[in-house]
């Protein structure tokens, strides 16, 4: 686990604020694929973290696409 949680974080540190969705997926599928207790250890917390890493800076980018969303209507409204 300790070599994968690295692994994750080196991930999040190389593509910090990209959004790669390929990095993103493997993380959380390495995630998925552990089992419970795996999950309890210390070494979690960094795949958590190069998760995150993924999108920092990305809420800034929110607004504007909130507001594309709020101007597109339903094709039944």
């Known amino acids: 686990m300790e070599i994968v949680a690295l692994a994750a974080l080196a991930v999040g540190l190389i593509f910090v604020g990209?959004?790669?969705g390929e990095a993103a997926g493997v993380?959380?599928?390495t995630l998925m694929e552990r089992e419970d207790r795996a999950l309890d250890e210390k070494?979690?917390?960094?795949?958590?973290?190069?998760l995150a890493l993924l999108y920092v800076g990305?809420?800034?980018h929110q607004?504007?696409?909130r507001s594309e969303l709020s101007f597109?209507?339903?094709p039944s409204e």
């Open 18 to 20: 990209s959004e790669n």
């Open 63 to 65: 607004s504007h696409r």
């Open 43 to 50: 070494w979690t917390r960094f795949l958590g973290l190069g």
């Open 27 to 29: 993380i959380l599928q």
């Open 72 to 74: 597109t209507r339903c």
């Open 58 to 60: 990305q809420s800034r």
